[in-house]
């Protein structure tokens, strides 16, 4: 069984900072790409960012320049620094990894953490 828990929103002025994590654990062979995915109320979950095992990067336009995605796979462990953080920026979001657990890829997804920015 694999988990994957995030870690690190909260309330944050705008233009501050919020880093998140999602680290994952269980029976895990190999994971193939990384990416963070947000939900605001009353619209659809929409991908924020996303990384490859080959660390490369895709973003959001609406993210670009403000947000950066990493990854630490000795770890098993993705991040998302968020600066200049805006109001249309709150949400909850999710991680979702790509996960080779035994013979296939399959892919998983966190729990949740709350993003709020308000003054």
């Known amino acids: 069984q694999v988990r994957l828990v995030e870690s690190g929103g909260g309330l944050v002025q705008p233009g501050g900072s919020l880093r998140l994590s999602c680290a994952a654990s269980?029976?895990?062979?190999?994971?193939?790409?990384m990416g963070w995915y947000r939900q605001a109320p009353g619209k659809q979950r929409e991908l924020v960012a996303s990384?490859?095992?080959?660390?490369?990067?895709n973003y959001a336009d609406s993210v670009k320049g403000r947000f950066t995605i990493s990854r630490d796979n000795a770890k098993n462990t993705v991040y998302l620094q968020m600066n200049n953080l805006k109001p249309e920026d709150t949400a909850t979001y999710y991680c979702?990894?790509?996960?080779?657990?035994?013979?296939?890829?399959?892919?998983?997804w966190g729990q949740g953490t709350q993003v709020t920015v308000s003054s």
């Open positions: 269980g029976n895990i062979f190999s994971i193939n790409g």
């Open positions: 979702n990894m790509d996960v080779r657990a035994r013979y296939v890829f399959m892919p998983y």
């Open positions: 990384i490859t095992s080959g660390d490369s990067t």
